[in-house]
């Protein structure tokens, strides 16, 4: 179901292979709204885009991206400041007289220092991550899109709130960052055959069980390339005031035999590039003839690891 992807982070690479332009724009509102809206995630890896901005409007992003930063980094020593506090006190009590109490609050307290500290120091590190671009769903990645005539790329969520849906619609449907290939005619009837987009992953990671527990998988295609992984969109207003939310869900079909012997029953198209512009102008265009440009795909090896037991 591409639980999570290595999103190609580097905006430029989206320009050049699609020949869309970047709502500048729109990243900024986005990136704005996140100064007081913990719901938007975005990666460092987008925010690394930004660290020489050239224009006006970058700068203004760069801007937006520093002020983040310096409120998380505060939020995060403040918490260092208080769980110090309490291991401190825990050892004070410990050494008074020995409790449960008092040594459980020291492993919690111990604990959640060196989760803070982790986090201040990737928060702070200018060096890549190889975490810095991987998504989740109700991460915000970059996507193209037809807007006005022209192809774009904008900001959008990763997990699709259908136009007119309650904002319930998210807790009650927790899977809709995957749209089936095979109920792309039902539950997606209102976004196929008319809002479309493209994400590109280098590779994409999945759950899957192994001898009763959880392993995670990690999917590269080889020989190495960028996917264009086939998507549909919708853009959701709030009747109470007016705020637009942008967000997607990957198609996903039947998996290559590769990845259905690494114990997965789902996968992502990744569409061929002569295929985009069809894809992304789907107005007018006949069910039969978008469910082709789906079954003519690229079909790489995936080769995966295992990251986690």
Not at 28 to 55: A, Q, V
Request: proline fraction near 6%.
């Amino acid at each position: 179901m591409c639980y999570s992807g290595q999103v190609e982070a580097a905006y430029r690479e989206y320009l050049r292979m699609t020949g869309a332009t970047l709502d500048l724009p729109q990243f900024e509102e986005i990136y704005g709204i996140r100064l007081s809206d913990p719901s938007i995630r975005i990666s460092r890896g987008l925010d690394r885009n930004f660290d020489h901005p050239k224009t006006d409007a970058e700068r203004a992003i760069r801007a937006l991206i520093d002020q983040y930063r310096a409120a998380a980094a505060a939020k995060i020593e403040t918490e260092l400041f208080t769980q110090t506090r309490r291991l401190a006190d825990a050892e004070r009590k410990l050494r008074q007289k020995p409790t449960k109490a008092a040594t459980e609050s020291r492993r919690i307290a111990g604990d959640k220092i060196a989760a803070a500290k982790g986090r201040l120091a990737l928060l702070k590190n200018a060096q890549p991550h190889p975490l810095d671009a991987r998504i989740f769903p109700m991460h915000y990645a970059p996507i193209v899109l037809h807007a006005d005539g022209r192809k774009v790329v904008r900001l959008a969520r990763y997990h699709c709130r259908p136009a007119g849906k309650p904002a319930t619609f998210d807790r009650h449907y927790p899977g809709l960052y995957n749209a089936r290939r095979d109920n792309l005619e039902k539950f997606w009837r209102e976004q196929f055959g008319a809002q479309h987009a493209l994400m590109l992953l280098t590779s994409f990671y999945e759950n899957v069980e192994r001898d009763g527990r959880n392993a995670v998988l990690h999917f590269v295609p080889r020989p190495e390339s960028t996917m264009l992984v086939a998507c549909l969109y919708s853009e959701w207003v709030d009747p109470k005031d007016g705020r637009r939310l942008l967000s997607f869900a990957a198609i996903t079909d039947e998996p290559p035999a590769e990845v259905a012997a690494a114990g997965h029953d789902r996968m992502i198209v990744s569409l061929k590039p002569g295929k985009i512009d069809r894809w992304l102008s789907p107005k007018g265009r006949s069910h039969e003839e978008l469910q082709s440009i789906l079954s003519d795909r690229e079909a790489p090896y995936y080769e995966h690891e295992v990251l986690a037991a």
